[in-house]
């Protein structure tokens, strides 16, 4: 995985090193009102909604676009951000879906590190220290005030606590949905047009749990290309973004997802990791195959 890289202890970077997450100002009301729009008309999405379950369209596949808000990926604002918290290079995109659920939905996950994807025996502990740099930024951009994220500052930095370690105890790598606040995780408030800029090293959980007034987040991942990818990598269906689906997309879109592609093509190593996170997703959303 990544080897070790220290950021610029200043401003944002400072503070996410620190805590584990940021949050800044990414869209305005204008931008958000038109990608909201695009959410509601899209075929795609009506498609494959689930009455009763929170969907996740990976948008920049063939069958699941919504061309309206792709754009968001290539965000001048978003990438800048990202290259401050990272210590600069070229940023790679490392996955990008979006999150829709209507009122009254339910939506609880128990807390987590984002290592579903990697077999138990793989996690390495020298992940979970401050001396690891996680080549990785994880991106959740609110569409609608939101109130989902439930996050433990600090806790990419250092292994379980030992009321942690009960939890999280054997094979176990996330905790049931009823675990109460013992770690002091606090929620993290997202106004539209926000996004929060997280480590997912870090213990935390998706949790509504009935939404009250529904949920419309896009979420993404980036990497610095001065260090390697971590497994988070491979959360994209690389294969699907042929030189003909290319040619279909926007300059600037078809820009990153072929940077995206030839990054895949250094790592191929990593390409196994994708399958364990479609068998994620597929579990803890309505998650549509592709």
């Not at 996950?109 to 220290?129: A, C, K, L, N």
């Not at 609608?144 to 942690?164: I, M």
């Amino acid at each position: 995985m990544s080897a070790l890289f220290f950021l610029p202890e200043s401003g944002l970077a400072a503070a996410f090193r620190r805590d584990g997450y940021v949050v800044a100002d990414i869209l305005g009301a204008d931008e958000v009102a038109a990608m909201l729009a695009e959410i509601r008309h899209s075929a795609v999405l009506r498609a494959n909604a689930v009455p009763g379950r929170v969907a996740n369209l990976q948008f920049l596949q063939p069958q699941l676009r919504i061309a309206g808000i792709q754009d968001i990926i290539h965000d001048a604002g978003l990438l800048s951000l990202c290259r401050q918290l990272l210590g600069g290079g070229n940023i790679i995109l490392d996955g990008a879906s979006l999150i829709v659920a209507e009122p009254g939905c339910a939506y609880a996950q128990g807390w987590h590190r984002d290592t579903m994807q990697i077999p138990p025996g793989e996690v390495d502990e020298s992940w979970f220290t401050e001396a690891y740099f996680h080549n990785n930024v994880q991106i959740n951009l609110a569409l609608q005030d939101d109130h989902c994220l439930w996050f433990v500052k600090g806790s990419h930095a250092r292994p379980f606590t030992p009321r942690e370690a009960v939890w999280f105890s054997g094979d176990r790598q996330m905790s049931a949905i009823d675990s109460d606040n013992g770690l002091g995780g606090e929620m993290i408030e997202v106004k539209a047009g926000q996004a929060v800029f997280y480590n997912n090293n870090a213990l935390h959980r998706g949790y509504g749990p009935l939404l009250e007034h529904g949920r419309a987040t896009i979420q993404l991942g980036y990497h610095s290309d001065l260090a390697a990818p971590t497994c988070h990598f491979c959360v994209l269906n690389a294969a699907e973004y042929s030189d003909a689906y290319l040619r279909t997309l926007a300059p600037e879109v078809a820009a990153m997802l072929l940077a995206h592609r030839q990054e895949r093509d250094k790592f191929p190593a990593l390409a196994r990791f994708q399958q364990h996170h479609q068998r994620f997703a597929a579990k803890e959303f309505n998650f549509p195959k592709f």
